[in-house]
């Protein structure tokens, strides 16, 4: 099932990212460009190194300075994010454009690859969980915490994998269709951010 197919890859990214374990590595795809798997490990590669951002900026001791770049990368990271997002429903877009729409299809709450974006950090609540698990330093009683909300999120992968397997099979089926909205972000945007457009 693609859902699975999509995880193991995440799990991939997660593992490959935390070799070296820094925000500052460089990024090398193994998956060919004209492959979804290359926009699939792309993905969770920029929400890794997103997840890592976030730990960092909550350092109640970061510099000031050091904490404004770092929040202009999470901006950025959030931009590509979203651009990783589009280039993947343009894949199923793509994929499923000669189905025949049934006459009482409708439409899902969330396209597949806004689904698929919370798989991606799914894996990474799922790894860095059980990191906590695994911790030798840890207290039991946070190991008993932390295993608890491991079965959580392990039960809300089964969950989310499901539905978004089953979603893929109704649009495959012409029982749902998809239509992608852009996400049209304007606090990035010159014209639309009135700080920005005030500095112009």
């Not at 991606?120 to 295993?147: F, G, N, P, W």
């Not at 969950?159 to 979603?167: G, N, P, R, S």
Request: aromatic share 10%; glycine share 0%.
């Amino acid at each position: 099932m693609f859902s699975q197919f999509a995880f193991n890859i995440f799990e991939k990214s997660i593992q490959q990212y935390h070799i070296l374990d820094t925000v500052n590595q460089p990024f090398e795809n193994p998956y060919p460009k004209n492959e979804i798997s290359h926009l699939l490990y792309r993905k969770n590669w920029i929400d890794t190194v997103q997840w890592h951002y976030e730990d960092i900026i909550r350092d109640p001791e970061i510099n000031p300075k050091e904490a404004l770049i770092l929040k202009r990368k999470i901006d950025a990271s959030n931009q590509d994010r979203t651009d990783l997002v589009e280039y993947i429903d343009s894949y199923f877009l793509n994929k499923y454009q000669s189905v025949q729409i049934k006459e009482n299809a409708t439409i899902n709450t969330e396209s597949p690859a806004w689904a698929i974006d919370r798989l991606s950090i799914l894996a990474l609540k799922i790894y860095h969980m059980q990191e906590e698990v695994d911790r030798k330093d840890a207290s039991a009683e946070h190991i008993a915490t932390c295993t608890t909300k491991l079965e959580i999120l392990l039960e809300q992968k089964k969950d989310l994998t499901t539905a978004i397997d089953q979603l893929l099979v109704d649009i495959e089926e012409g029982s749902k269709f998809m239509k992608v909205y852009k996400q049209m972000k304007m606090y990035n945007d010159d014209e639309l951010n009135p700080v920005l457009r005030g500095q112009k």
